[in-house]
């Protein structure tokens, strides 16, 4: 396991123990002296702050469970100004210490860490708030009549969901887990099947309030401090902590029409899956809503931990099919629809359906709620919870590429590489999206051709030998290097400034301008290690 320390964890805490115990009654004091005599005193906040070792240590580990690095504490906020009062006190300081905003901590590689700074737990400030963090609303002063929803960043998208239903609305664009903060996917994206036709989560957000890294509390918009807005999303929490955005809403469907259709040729999975999302236009009959590609290799099972889908009488002759060709690739698409417009959308279908060149006979389908389309991973997350095999560690690769080069990552990479190391275990997903969708201003750095995939290695291991998948990781992205596929890395993670330059290419120079204009003291969100590389 990575560790950002040179001693054992129980050396570590046990320091933190003793230190706490020696350093009880002096410690307000000391953190009183931090603060510039402009500020109300330390005493309204100093409280929230908590060093004892399983709130250390809880704030030290993510999703990912590769990386360990201590904060010195953890800040319990129950407002918006008590996070305020954090970053304004650590940019006034002589010597200001690294904040981090800790929403599910599903990164994997420590990006929510602040070590020997001081963990903003938003998790906890959502249950301090008591659900009132989010608010549905219409405009009726605009022209199309535009219906949103007021987010507090540490907000989960699946009460969005919930609550944005409750007015028979809802969120176009999603993830695929919904138990994320809505802070924590606007700072990367928020990707999934819905993104071709209704770009990532960034660009369905009217609006937002944001904390800068000089502890200013900010509303921006594309309009209005267009220029922290634009930074901010997509911006890995470099330029600060979202307190509140307003996502788009229209009317909800009522039923999904879900289909899975398999390929044993690349070229013909990759024609149908670009025709498609070449359809895409919001009023277009025949648009689909939401599309992906999965992999089917004989490491793993036919049904994963994302969904079970395929029929049990059925995985006999597809795995008799993965046999044979090594590798299977599958097609998932979706139509949203109301239940009394049943018939209409299997007409729309079959029109879709005509010229695709999946392997007759391997169609399947489904037609189930919306809510239990969008929450499909849920399931499959509380049955490894139950067995004890979510906890562990998830050595993730996510990569953008280029639709000039997905031939040769297939051969190089699906058919080479990981055939070859055999370890592959969880979901290896593959689709393509439109450049068109995203917003060149915003900070998300994406591939520039009009059409590129997105590749997701969501691998699951044990503790003793999660190394092997980093290291087929590395050698992933070695093979990209070596033949020059542009490859860039979605959920990023470089341990050199010269990396992370390469990444943004020609967005590199405005990240930098940005981070000087709106954190010029590098406080916010050190685990990225962008500017510390230490």
Not at 358 to 380: A, H, Q, T, W
Not at 425 to 453: C, H, Q
Request: hydrophobic residues 35%.
């Amino acid at each position: 396991m990575v560790m950002n320390y040179p001693f054992s964890t129980c050396f570590i805490l046990l320091l933190i123990t003793i230190t706490r115990l020696i350093y009880t009654v002096g410690k307000t004091e000391q953190w009183k002296t931090l603060l510039p005599p402009q500020l109300a005193t330390l005493e309204s906040i100093s409280h929230k702050l908590q060093d004892d070792p399983e709130a250390i240590e809880l704030a030290s580990k993510d999703y990912g469970n590769l990386v360990h690095s201590f904060p010195l504490a953890v800040f319990h906020p129950s407002s918006i100004y008590d996070i305020v009062s954090l970053v304004k006190h650590s940019y006034n300081s002589t010597i200001p210490f690294n904040i981090a905003a800790r929403g599910q901590g599903h990164s994997t590689r420590g990006q929510a860490m602040a070590s020997d700074g001081v963990v903003v737990d938003m998790a906890g400030f959502r249950e301090r708030r008591n659900g009132v963090g989010i608010s549905v609303s219409f405009d009726p002063f605009v022209e199309s009549y535009y219906y949103y929803a007021d987010v507090g960043g540490e907000q989960l998208w699946i009460d969005v969901l919930h609550k944005s239903l409750e007015y028979g609305l809802a969120p176009v664009s999603w993830t695929d887990y919904l138990y994320l903060t809505v802070g924590g996917t606007l700072s990367n994206a928020g990707i999934s099947g819905q993104t071709f036709h209704y770009g990532p989560q960034i660009s369905n957000v009217h609006e937002m309030d944001v904390i800068t890294g000089k502890g200013d509390f900010v509303t921006c918009s594309s309009k209005t401090n267009s220029e922290l807005f634009h930074a901010v999303l997509g911006g890995l929490g470099q330029f600060g902590i979202i307190a509140r955005a307003r996502i788009a809403l229209e009317p909800a469907p009522k039923r999904v029409k879900w289909v899975r259709l398999l390929y044993n040729d690349f070229s013909a999975f990759t024609k149908d899956q670009e025709r498609l999302i070449s359809i895409n236009g919001r009023r277009q009959k025949n648009a689909l809503d939401y599309l992906e590609g999965i992999l089917l290799m004989h490491q793993g099972p036919i049904n994963n931990w994302r969904s079970s889908f395929f029929p049990l009488a059925d995985h006999p002759r597809i795995i008799s099919l993965v046999t044979k060709h090594s590798v299977l690739y599958c097609l998932e698409l979706a139509k949203y629809h109301h239940a009394q417009s049943q018939n209409n959308v299997n007409e729309e279908l079959q029109v879709l359906m005509q010229g695709l060149s999946y392997i007759p006979g391997f169609y399947y389908e489904k037609d189930v709620s919306y809510v239990e389309f969008l929450n499909r991973v849920r399931s499959g997350e509380l049955k490894l919870q139950s067995q004890g095999l979510w906890d562990v560690p998830h050595p993730w690769l996510n990569l953008f590429i280029p639709k000039s080069q997905i031939f040769e990552f297939d051969s190089g990479i699906f058919k080479n590489i990981i055939l070859k190391r055999n370890i592959t275990t969880g979901p290896v997903l593959i689709y393509p999206m439109n450049r068109n969708k995203w917003d060149n201003r915003m900070s998300a750095s994406i591939p520039e051709e009009d059409i590129f995939y997105t590749v997701g290695f969501l691998h699951s291991s044990g503790f003793d030998n999660w190394r092997e998948f980093d290291s087929q990781n590395k050698e992933i992205l070695q093979f990209c290097n070596d033949v020059g596929i542009k490859v860039k890395q979605y959920l990023p993670h470089y341990s050199t400034q010269e990396s992370w330059t390469k990444h943004f290419g020609p967005k590199w120079n405005t990240f930098l301008e940005r981070k000087h204009q709106f954190d010029p003291r590098m406080i916010l969100s050190p685990g990225q290690r962008i500017f510390n590389n230490n």
